[in-house]
Structures are given as C-alpha cells and as structure tokens.
C-alpha cells in the first residue's frame, strides 16, 4: 500500500517536472458585486510564465488563449419565416448547457497561434468552442457555418455577451501577461470560469484555471431570490405596493 | 441616473423610465384610461423583454386606476353591484389568461401572440373610435341633436338584475361575459382595458356615463391586482422596481393629464383617443409584415446554479 503510494506521488511528481512551464495568474476581482448603479466593469486577468530548468531555452515565443466561460444554460433559437404574410417563428433549435457568456482573448489572432486539428481539440476560437444542440432527440454539436448555430454567436455577439478577441492579451515582457475581461451592463449572474492555455510554436504545452463570480448583493439580490422563491408573498407586496402609491396620490393631488 | 432592475436584469435610465410613465399617466389621466396599450409597447422599445413588460405593466396599472377609482369612489360615481358582478367575470378571465400566458411562452410564440392581439385588438377599437368621434363632432357642428337610445337584444337576455346606482335593470349574462374577456386579454397583453371596457358598457349596456368611468375602474384595479398576484406566482416576471418608478411618473402624470382633459370637448377626446390607439395598432402591425432585421432570436430557458 504505502510502496502503491509512493509510485503515485512520484509519478506526479515526474508528471509535474516534465511539464516544464508553469502558468501563475490572478484576476483583480474575484467577486463581481452587481449594485444598483452597476453598468457594467471591466476585470483584469495577470498572470506570467514561469521557466524552470527542464524548459527547452530555444523556447522564447509563447503564445495564449484565454477563455472566460459564465454560468451555463439552456438556449433556444428560433428563426421567423413569412407566414399568411406575417413574420412568425417557426423552426428552432435547443442549445442545452452552454456558456451564457463566452469570451475568447488571444495574444495573436486565433488562428495563427496554432494549426486547425489543434484548435478544434483545444476549442480555440467562437467556431470551435463546444455547442451542444438538441437535434430531434440526438445531442450534437453541429459544422460551424450552421444557420442556428452562426446565428446563436451573431447574436449573442451583438449583446457583447459572446467575444473573440485576437489581440486583447498583451505580453509585458516575453513571459509577463495581461488581458482585460469586458464585462457588459446585462452580464448573466452566477460563476465564471477562466482557462488559460498556453501555446510555443503551435503546440499546446499547458494551461491552467481560475474563476469569480458575479453576485447581486443587497436590494437586488433580495428581491430577486423573492420574487423565485416566495412567488405569492412577492405578489403581495408588490399588489401592496400598488395600492399604496394610488392612494397616496389620490390624497396629495386631492382637489377639495 | 442608471438603475440595475433586479428581475428584467438590466440596467435602465430611472429619468426616462420615470419620464416615459408620466407621458403615459398624462394621456390616461387625459383620457380617463389605464394606458396599458401605451406603456407595454414603451417598455419593450426600451429593451424589456415583451413577457416582463406584461406583467411589470399591471401592477403600475392597478396604482393609477386606484387613484382615480377612489375620487370616484368619493363621488359616489361608483356602482358596487355592477362593479362585483364585472368582477365575477374579470378575475375568470385574468386566471385563463396567465394560464394562456404561461403555456404560449413555453411554445415560443408569446411575442408573436402579444403583438397580433395588439394590432387586431387596436386596429379595430381605434378605427371604431376614431369614426364614431368623427361623427359625433360632425352631429355637433349641424347643431343636431345625438341619436336616441334605444333597447337592443341584450335587454332580452334573462337573469336580470336592478343596479340601483346605474339606474338600470340588467341581465348578468353580458356583465359577465364583458368581465371575462377583458380579464383575460388584459392578462396577456398587459393592458386593463378600460379603452374598451368604456365603450362596450356605454353602447352595449347602456350604463349611464354618471358611473360608467368609476364602475369600469373598479374592474381594472382588480383584474389587474389579480393579473400581478398570478404572474408573480407563476412566472416569477414582475419587476417591482420598474413597477414602482413607472407607479411614480403614472400617478404624477394622471394628475396633470384629468386638467388637462377637462378643457377639452368630449368628441374630440374620443378622436384623439381613437387616433392615439389607431397609430400604436398600426405600429405593431407594420412590424409585423415587414422582414425583421433579423430573423433569429435567443430566449434563455434560466440559468442553471
């Protein structure tokens, strides 16, 4: 048992020291508070590459990609046809358990850094991140230039909620790095995953994760988890409230 | 001044939220009207999606048709057999239509029913309005004296009943059936219907103009108190917050918009109304027919923690 131990430990160990470059970084907020007067922030990912003895010394040009996933859920997009003369929706497709905001930041464009058969594997850049669709009973992802699918990121894309940025990490030095997070005013709550992939010469040799999240405090939580959770008493104070405004006009503009 | 709202989760301007319900509580204060029909509309321009707006709507509704049923209320301009019996009707009514509500946004064609329920509903009201005013305003200039009221096949309906206040003796079959149907379209498109209530309980039931605006009130009040109750209990979708700023400009706003209305002719209240309606039907409908700029939309189904 304790040699079965031992091996493990060394195995990771050696596992560890083959790896040969270690990515060290940090997010200048790990807790987004959603306040009345948030309009939306901007988050600042460092972070830097460290060499050890084993790193090849001919190894100079990093490349990274960074990938910044929100909480996930289940989408529908529809599509509006002409019908009896109107515009109505007809056909749709279910996209289950994808990222409600998905933003992909790069040093170089995404597809210099690294060959397509590496990309697709790596899920680097908007085309080759994952989608699951629901189609008619099976769950796949679709080809890339699928209508429902360029759709979904065009949209999701307008509101912000979805970005590639191929040249938003800047590299201070050759293994110091920084890359701005934009987070838009409509930006879903909830916990935002971070990874961080590390490129030399096409080749992926690393990455490591990171999170926040983004919390509604005070007022805005509390009426939010109200109004799902104590539906009727939500109700109820807001007939309340109702009641209450009415009459107060009705007694400051009183004429007699 | 930016304000986070907590369920339509979006950050809007409090000014012109709160300037957008003082335009629309002028024009139903003007016109003795909830204004539904205007602020659902101007929400969703504003970025709110069309289910929020709906249900955001009613209870802001129910604050000002409260104030203004009671200073009718003081003026005895009320009728509270009329006003239950409606009642009766309306608060079957408000429960099909969250009912209807809740299934037609599971089947992705919400937005298409509240748009197509506004441009018929609208169209029609307002060209009939819009018409009746015009000839109304023609009688006057004659100096011809308006047509005589006569009894229509309604009066011959049984289960009658005396609304001593009304002054009229009446079958409860219509009274009813008025009350579900405004209840329940009042549900699904976030308007209380007065707009339509008024002149179906002055040409149809003949109830005198004395108590038509107060009884009609009552009605709106609580189809639409109900209307808030059930789609906070069921659809989670009332934003207070919105609610209350809007409830703030609405009231504000009506004040200023009953003088206002005092200073102006009948029949050329009921031309402007009928072409305020009319434009905002035909609004809808244009969208409606010509292509959308773009054909496809996202609904998240909710955020999984």
């Known amino acids: ?256 | 001044m930016q304000l986070y709202l907590p369920i339509a989760d979006l950050p809007v301007n409090v000014f012109l939220v709160l300037a957008m319900g003082a335009a629309v509580g002028f024009v139903s204060g003007m016109f003795g009207i909830g204004g539904g029909f205007l602020m659902t509309p101007l929400l969703i321009f504003i970025g709110i999606t069309p289910a929020v707006a709906v249900a955001s709507v009613a209870s802001h509704i129910a604050a000002s048709s409260f104030s203004g049923a009671l200073s009718y209320w003081r003026r005895r301009a009320i009728d509270p057999a009329l006003a239950s019996v409606l009642l009766c009707g309306g608060v079957t009514g408000t429960t099909l239509g969250v009912w209807t509500f809740t299934q037609l946004r599971a089947l992705g064609q919400l937005d298409l029913m509240i748009a197509l329920s506004y441009v018929v509903l609208l169209t029609t009201v307002g060209s009939l309005m819009f018409s009746e005013g015009l000839r109304a305003l023609m009688r006057t200039r004659r100096g011809a004296l308006p047509p005589r009221r006569t009894h229509n096949w309604i009066h011959g309906l049984p289960l009658k009943m005396r609304f001593k206040r009304s002054k009229i003796y009446l079958s409860v079959i219509p009274v009813v059936i008025v009350g579900i149907v405004i209840g329940f379209i009042g549900a699904i498109m976030g308007i209380g219907g007065g707009f339509i209530l008024v002149p179906i309980m002055i040409y149809l039931l003949r109830v005198p103009t004395s108590t038509v605006i107060g009884t009609s009130m009552v009605l709106t009040v609580v189809t639409m108190l109900f209307a808030t109750m059930l789609h906070a209990a069921t659809n989670h979708l009332v934003d207070a917050v919105l609610a209350l700023i809007l409830m703030v400009g609405g009231v504000t706003g009506a004040q200023f918009g009953a003088r206002a209305g005092q200073k102006i002719r009948g029949e050329q209240l009921r031309l402007l109304l009928g072409l305020l309606i009319l434009s905002v039907g035909i609004r809808f409908a244009i969208e409606l027919v010509i292509q959308p700029s773009d054909l496809f939309t996202i609904r998240e189904l909710g955020v999984s923690r």
């Open chain 1, 1 to 256: 048992m304790r040699r079965m131990l031992l091996a493990i430990v060394l195995v990771l160990l050696l596992g560890g020291a083959a790896r040969a470059e270690r990515l060290i970084v940090s997010v200048s907020n790990h807790r987004v508070t959603v306040t009345p007067n948030y309009s939306g922030e901007e988050l600042v990912l460092f972070g830097s590459v460290e060499k050890d003895t084993t790193t090849p010394a001919d190894r100079t040009a990093y490349d990274l990609v960074v990938t910044v996933m929100g909480p996930r859920a289940d989408m529908v997009t529809r599509r509006k046809e002409r019908t009896f003369g109107i515009w109505i929706n007809t056909d749709y497709r279910q996209f289950l358990q994808v990222p409600s905001y998905l933003a992909l930041f790069a040093n170089r464009p995404l597809d210099a850094i690294t060959s397509p058969e590496i990309a697709r594997r790596q899920q680097i850049g908007l085309n080759n991140v994952l989608l699951t669709q629901r189609v008619s009973g099976d769950f796949a992802d679709v080809v890339p230039n699928d209508a429902f699918r360029s759709a979904f990121i065009r949209l999701r894309t307008q509101r912000g909620l979805y970005r590639e940025d191929g040249s938003a990490v800047t590299f201070l030095t050759p293994t110091l790095f920084r890359t701005g997070i934009p987070l838009p005013a409509e930006v879903p709550i909830g916990t935002y995953e971070i990874e961080i992939k590390l490129f030399a010469n096409g080749a992926f040799i690393g990455k490591t994760e990171t999170a926040f999240e983004i919390v509604k405090v005070g007022f805005e939580q509390f009426v939010a988890t109200t109004a799902r959770q104590n539906g009727l008493i939500y109700g109820l104070a807001t007939v309340a409230m109702a009641l209450m405004t009415g009459w107060m006009a009705s007694i400051v503009f009183r004429k007699d």
